[in-house]
C-alpha cells in the first residue's frame, strides 16, 4: 500500500478558514507533519497563513514538524487554545 | 482508600453546570475540604481594552479535549496525591454574561493540603493544552480567542 487515507479536522480559525470541518485525504506514505503543512499551503492558499502557527494533533496527541503520519490517523489542526 | 478509587470527572457539555452534583459525587467519607474554581462569561472587561461582551461561543475537540482533561487530572494526582476528588467540566456552545463555562473542583481530606494549588493548576492546565476555544462577540464585531501556549512534545 502506498496511499495513506487519513481524516483531517479543523476547528475555531482554521475551520472558518477552511470552510470545512472535515477533510479526507489521501497523502503519500510516510508524509511528515512538516510535508501535510507545505502540501496544505500549496492546495488550500486560504490556510497558508495559517500554517504558520498552527496546532497540529495526530490521533488525538500534539505532533511536531518531523512527525510521520501514521495509517489511517485522525489529523486535527487548530489554533493555540483558549478554553476556560 | 485507594487512590484508584478516587473520583475522577472530566467532561464538556453543553448544559448547565450543576456544581452541587459535581461536589457531592467528588466528596467522600474522608473528604474534608474543596476548592473550586469557576469561570463565567465576563459582560464587562477593565482591564486592558476596555470592552464590551455581548457572548461567548465555544467550541471544543470534544474526544480529545476529554482525554486531555483526564490527563491534568492524572498531573493533579501525581503531584498533589492526597486529592481525592477531580472535578473538570467545560461548558460549549453560545454563553452569555454572567454563565458559569468551566468548572475545577478538587477535594482533600483538609484545606492545607495543597487543594488550592491543585485547583490552581488545573485551571491553568486546562488552558494551556485542552483542545477548546471561544469566540467572543461583541458591540464592535466578533473575534476568536486565541491562547499563546504551544505545547510540548509529551504534553
Not at chain 1, 510516510?30 to 496546532?55: C, G
Request: net charge negative; with cysteine; glycine share 6%.
Amino acid at each position: 500500500m502506498n496511499i495513506n487515507h487519513v481524516k483531517l479536522l479543523f476547528f475555531a480559525t482554521l475551520r472558518e478558514r477552511a470552510g470545512t470541518k472535515f477533510l479526507e485525504m489521501d497523502l503519500p506514505n510516510d508524509l511528515t507533519i512538516l510535508e501535510l503543512k507545505e502540501k496544505i499551503s500549496t492546495e488550500h492558499p486560504n490556510l497558508k497563513e495559517s500554517m504558520k502557527s498552527v496546532l497540529i494533533t495526530i490521533n488525538r496527541e500534539y505532533a511536531f514538524d518531523e512527525a510521520v503520519i501514521p495509517q489511517n490517523a485522525e489529523i486535527a489542526m487548530f489554533p493555540p487554545v483558549s478554553g476556560g | 482508600m485507594q487512590s484508584s478509587n478516587f473520583p475522577t470527572i472530566f467532561s464538556i457539555t453543553e448544559d448547565e453546570i450543576d456544581l452541587n452534583e459535581l461536589l457531592a459525587k467528588i466528596t467522600l467519607t474522608s473528604t474534608g475540604a474543596a476548592a473550586i474554581f469557576t469561570g463565567m462569561v465576563r459582560g464587562e472587561t477593565a482591564r486592558g481594552e476596555a470592552h464590551q461582551t455581548d457572548y461567548l461561543e465555544y467550541e471544543a475537540y470534544i474526544p480529545m479535549a476529554e482525554a486531555k482533561m483526564k490527563q491534568v487530572a492524572e498531573e493533579i494526582r501525581a503531584t498533589w496525591p492526597v486529592i481525592e476528588g477531580i472535578a473538570i467540566v467545560q461548558r460549549i456552545g453560545k454563553l452569555f454574561p454572567k454563565t458559569p463555562t468551566v468548572l475545577i473542583a478538587c477535594t482533600a481530606a483538609h484545606r492545607d493540603t495543597g487543594v488550592f494549588d491543585a485547583a490552581r493548576f488545573g485551571i491553568d492546565r486546562l488552558k494551556e493544552i485542552v483542545p477548546i476555544w471561544k469566540k467572543e462577540v461583541s458591540p464592535d464585531g466578533q473575534f476568536w480567542v486565541e491562547g499563546d501556549y504551544i505545547p510540548k512534545p509529551g504534553e
